[in-house]
């Protein structure tokens, strides 16, 4: 088998629901995102990419016939390269970096393009169709940007829980105050407002044709705990979790371009993807799921917490991060996400996965060397995570 390697890695800016990118479709959006990572190899030909594989976690809307094969034709890739959308809720985009991995180290493919996209702004209310003509009732509309819908009435009640009650519950369960998860919002914004200040994002960022953002919508440069302290909780009345130590919902997509040590691409790898790991538990636990997922990559790696050197994980919300760093003791925070995380840049569900693997990519890159490890959270309980190696 041979390795698999990070070639390249791009994204969108990330904008916020219903602000910078709401006019851009999610197929275009994709599109938008592909051709630009195309124009950044002119020696590359298209007709040697073996598959598009995007993550796309709605599906409901204008992404709803196979968005990955949408993107590849409208970026104008030949017919004869065939798309594939997978669907592991916020994971999607890591779900396909895996894919195309394992078909890359397997012989199945040389070169693929992996990544994500999601417009949460252009969501739709979808209706369930009526088990028979003219019904006499009401009929409900569902919002599909985010959560539970439809929920089949089999499921446990516990389970179904909204998304931010897991996130109390889980900083109930770990001590987690509001203080302390303020801190880690004021910490992202920080951070992420200086690696952009710095020029640190320049290398992977590509606009959309129509919607230039001068840099990802959600960072707030001021933010303090002096300015997040007057936010009124969102879930529960006397609850921890806010708008403001909470991830928004965003719009953008990822791009990265997956190949084996001859892929057909004239660029020197970013990274080898050297470990993979899925976990699974309760779905009203499901942010602290990329605990164990990460714990199995890095053994299936042959590498522990010691060797590696910067993680970025994807941060739904702040007691779920800080939940996760609780249960890796041996992991120094400071390695976490140095450059921000989704809390301040953005969390577009299908896209999130292609952005900390990417961004984590083009990091070893810039520091010559080391290790690495992305991990997300997922609806429903699951994590996935992926180990880096320059």
């Not at 006499?136 to 940007?145: F, I, K, P, R, V």
């Not at 899925?278 to 042959?302: H, K, Q, T, Y």
Request: proline fraction near 6%; hydrophobic fraction near 40%.
């Amino acid at each position: 088998m041979t390795g698999s390697y990070i070639y390249d890695a791009v994204r969108t800016p990330f904008g916020r629901h219903g602000k910078g990118l709401a006019g851009i479709r999610p197929d275009d959006l994709a599109g938008h995102a592909l051709s630009a990572l195309l124009g950044r190899h002119p020696d590359l030909d298209p007709a040697r990419i073996d598959e598009v594989l995007l993550g796309d976690a709605n599906q409901a809307g204008e992404d709803n016939r196979n968005v990955a094969r949408m993107a590849a034709l409208l970026a104008g890739l030949p017919t004869s390269v065939p798309g594939a959308t997978v669907n592991r809720l916020c994971g999607s985009s890591v779900e396909s970096v895996i894919q195309a991995s394992r078909a890359v180290e397997t012989g199945d493919a040389d070169l693929v393009i992996a990544g994500g996209v999601e417009s949460m702004s252009r969501a739709p209310w979808v209706m369930l169709k009526p088990a028979k003509g003219y019904p006499a009732g009401h009929e409900t509309l569902y919002s599909s940007t985010l959560g539970w819908r439809m929920v089949n009435p089999r499921m446990p009640e516990r389970w179904t829980v909204s998304l931010g009650e897991t996130a109390e519950m889980l900083a109930d369960r770990f001590s987690i105050g509001r203080d302390e998860q303020d801190a880690f919002a004021v910490r992202s914004h920080r951070a992420a407002a200086s690696a952009w200040s710095a020029g640190l994002y320049d290398g992977e960022i590509v606009q959309v044709p129509g919607a230039t953002l001068a840099r990802d919508e959600g960072i707030r440069d001021d933010t303090s705990l002096e300015s997040l302290a007057p936010l009124r909780p969102a879930f529960r009345q006397e609850g921890s979790v806010t708008a403001g130590n909470s991830s928004p919902l965003s719009d953008g997509a990822s791009m990265l371009v997956i190949g084996g040590e001859n892929a057909p691409i004239d660029a020197e790898p970013l990274a080898r993807i050297i470990g993979r790991g899925v976990s699974g538990n309760d779905p009203d636990s499901f942010g602290i799921a990329p605990v164990e997922a990460a714990n199995r990559a890095l053994a299936r790696a042959g590498k522990t917490w010691a060797d590696v050197d910067v993680v970025e994980l994807n941060e739904a919300f702040a007691s779920q991060s800080l939940a996760c760093l609780k249960l890796w003791p041996e992991l120094d925070p400071d390695k976490v996400n140095i450059h921000g995380g989704a809390i301040a840049i953005g969390h577009p569900l299908g896209a999130s996965g292609g952005r900390i693997i990417g961004h984590l990519a083009q990091e070893l890159k810039r520091r010559g060397g080391g290790v690495g490890v992305a991990a997300i959270c997922i609806g429903v309980g699951q994590g996935l995570a992926v180990v880096l190696e320059r």
